[in-house]
């Protein structure tokens, strides 16, 4: 437990390091490029479609989903790379399983992207 007085302050410097890890995610990781040139896409898309709220939302949460995803298989790729570059099979799998939890995400943002999408063209 943390003993420490709620602070604006501190709280203030957790909001810049979040953002500083998105920025430097995006500029060090050629799947973030992907993913954001991906969401761009389905932001015009859904403006040219004109997309009602319920299909726009379900589009922002699939969308979030993947970057989370992505998020998280990169901080885990990058804690084992930290720790060890041996080649070992337990690594693999996790690495493997990280790796599928974004490839998921994508196959059901993608799924749902041409549910709403499709019958509007």
């Known amino acids: 437990m943390?003993?420490?007085?709620?602070?604006?302050?501190?709280?203030?410097?957790?909001f810049k390091y979040a953002f500083s890890g998105i920025r430097d995610f995006i500029i060090r990781e050629h799947n973030a490029r992907l993913h954001l040139a991906a969401t761009v896409v389905v932001i015009v898309i859904a403006i040219l479609l004109k997309v009602n709220y319920a299909e726009a939302i379900l589009l922002?949460?699939?969308?979030?989903?993947?970057?989370?995803?992505?998020?998280?298989?990169?901080?885990?790729?990058?804690?084992?790379?930290?720790?060890?570059?041996?080649?070992?099979?337990?690594?693999?799998?996790?690495?493997?399983v990280a790796a599928a939890a974004v490839l998921v995400a994508a196959i059901v943002a993608l799924i749902t992207g041409c549910l709403i999408f499709i019958p509007k063209i």
């Open 2 to 14: 943390n003993d420490e007085p709620f602070s604006i302050k501190a709280r203030t410097k957790s």
């Open 60 to 96: 922002t949460i699939v969308t979030g989903l993947v970057w989370i995803c992505e998020l998280i298989n990169t901080a885990i790729e990058k804690v084992i790379d930290f720790i060890t570059f041996e080649k070992l099979p337990p690594i693999k799998y996790i690495k493997d």
